[in-house]
């Protein structure tokens, strides 16, 4: 077992590594490759589709894309982490239901920009990746959204501009169009109801920046993020936890949101907890709702987690980041025990990387299993991680994946 954090592909080698399966599979060169990176969330996590805060980041570990335009109305794609081969569709038969499996996060990018109007026809794609896939590191908003560059590239739809000198979006109100569009592809071709935080952190975040995004009104801010300056770093443990209810668990929860704002006469959860008189009214009067018990501590997670996303905002920009580790601490609490998306696996290494002396630590990602993040010491990084895999193997646990976080660049 290794504790040695896996290091993401250098650009070049992902590209050859595209490239090369492109040419094997469809026995001819790609017209370009394209690739946008997974990511992880620093805090704010299950307020994406309440409206709220959520502050990701870029990671270096990107998806890649090759791909090269057809004449006709043909898709065909090939993924290294996938055996089951080459996928092929006429996009002219596409419609939700009609493409299961990874190739509907693929075909629904197309299908959803078509919606949209945009003229985009058949293309042959091959993908490989260094995002680990089911790992609460957005897989599959990397995979839509270098298919997303990718097309607009090769269909030049001019949403996705290009990234600047200092690792920035050069068109933003672009990629936020082109986020949504896989959004949407994610929603209702491969029928997972997720709110659109992955995909803004891969399209529209800044290299060296967390992205705080307001889901509201879907504005972003760039807010400096460099660990390594103060001696920090954060390391990301994926815990390889079997997470089969996921997709249940994850819509109950959005489901009682829902019902919540409902019973309070609100258009989100953001409302509460933006109401200058805080949240107690809204709790009290869920307290008296039939399912009440369930809505009150849901609810308590939802307006406590946007206010730590701003004050976790403030201790980056008072210069003093170790400050966000309380925070970080309070976030796995609130959603271990208010929202209880937690789980085993994640408490344990959330426990171990703080008695090993992290700064803070929680769970990321949407939960039931997937990666949690430690605030540790730079110097701290390899006794972090061995702490962490002998505390899972000491509970019987899978042995867990490792990799240190730096805010990468977006999707090109
Ligand atoms: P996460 O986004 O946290 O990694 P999801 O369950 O949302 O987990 O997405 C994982 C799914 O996305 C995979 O089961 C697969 O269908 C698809 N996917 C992601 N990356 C790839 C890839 N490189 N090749 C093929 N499919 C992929
Ligand atoms: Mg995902």
């Given at each position: 077992m290794s504790t040695v954090p896996t290091p993401a592909w250098r650009p070049a080698e992902g590209e050859r590594r595209a490239r090369d399966l492109f040419a094997s599979t469809f026995r001819t060169a790609p017209g370009g490759t394209w690739s946008a990176p997974g990511r992880v969330n620093l805090i704010g996590e299950h307020t994406d589709y309440n409206g709220g805060l959520a502050l990701p980041i870029a990671l270096p570990h990107r998806t890649y894309a090759a791909v090269a335009r057809r004449d006709d109305d043909v898709v065909r794609l090939v993924s290294a982490q996938e055996p089951s081969?080459?996928?092929?569709?006429?996009?002219?038969?596409?419609?939700?239901?009609?493409?299961?499996?990874?190739a509907a996060y693929v075909v629904g990018v197309a299908w959803a920009l078509r919606q949209a109007g945009h003229d985009v026809g058949g293309f042959?794609?091959?993908?490989?990746?260094?995002?680990?896939?089911?790992?609460?590191?957005?897989?599959?908003?990397?995979?839509?959204?270098?298919?997303?560059?990718?097309?607009?590239?090769?269909?030049?739809?001019?949403?996705?501009?290009?990234?600047?000198?200092?690792?920035?979006?050069?068109?933003?109100?672009?990629?936020?169009?082109?986020?949504?569009?896989?959004?949407r592809a994610e929603n209702e071709m491969a029928g997972a109801p997720t709110g659109g935080m992955d995909q803004a952190a891969s399209l529209r975040a800044r290299e060296g920046h967390a992205l705080l995004l307001d889901c509201r009104d879907g504005a972003v801010r760039h807010v400096p993020f460099d660990l390594a300056t103060h001696g920090l770093a954060l390391?990301?443990?994926?815990?390889?936890?079997?997470?089969?209810?996921?997709?249940?668990?994850?819509?109950?929860?959005?489901?009682?949101?829902?019902?919540?704002?409902?019973?309070?006469?609100?258009?989100?959860l953001r409302d509460v907890a933006d109401d200058a008189r805080g949240d107690a009214w809204a709790l009290e009067a869920l307290a008296a709702a039939p399912d009440g018990a369930?809505?009150?501590?849901?609810?308590?997670?939802?307006?406590?987690?946007?206010?730590?996303?701003?004050?976790?905002?403030?201790?980056?920009?008072?210069?003093?980041?170790?400050?966000?580790?309380?925070?970080?601490?309070?976030?796995?609490?609130?959603?271990?025990?208010?929202?209880?998306?937690s789980c085993r696996e994640l408490d344990v290494a959330v426990d171990a990387a703080r008695a090993a002396g992290a700064l803070g630590a929680r769970m990321t990602g949407g939960g039931f299993g997937g990666s949690a993040i430690a605030l540790v010491r730079a110097a701290d990084v390899a006794h972090v991680a061995d702490a962490v895999a002998a505390s899972s193997a000491a509970h019987g646990l899978a042995a867990p994946a490792f990799a240190v976080a730096v805010a990468g660049p977006p999707a090109a």
């Open positions: 081969g080459v996928h092929q569709v006429r996009l002219a038969d596409v419609a939700p239901g009609t493409v299961t499996g990874w042959d794609v091959a993908i490989d990746s260094c995002v680990p896939s089911g790992a609460g590191l957005s897989s599959s908003a990397a995979l839509e959204a270098s298919v997303g560059v990718a097309l607009d590239a090769s269909f030049r739809l001019g949403l996705a501009g290009g990234v600047d000198a200092t690792g920035a979006p050069t068109d933003d109100a672009g990629r936020a169009l082109l986020a949504d569009l896989c959004v390391l990301v443990v994926d815990t390889r936890a079997p997470h089969s209810h996921v997709g249940g668990e994850y819509a109950q929860r959005r489901a009682a949101c829902e019902d919540a704002a409902r019973h309070l006469g609100v258009a989100s369930v809505l009150v501590p849901r609810v308590r997670h939802v307006t406590s987690e946007i206010a730590r996303v701003a004050a976790f905002v403030d201790a980056l920009g008072s210069g003093e980041p170790a400050a966000v580790g309380p925070l970080m601490d309070a976030s796995h609490a609130s959603l271990r025990d208010d929202y209880e998306v």
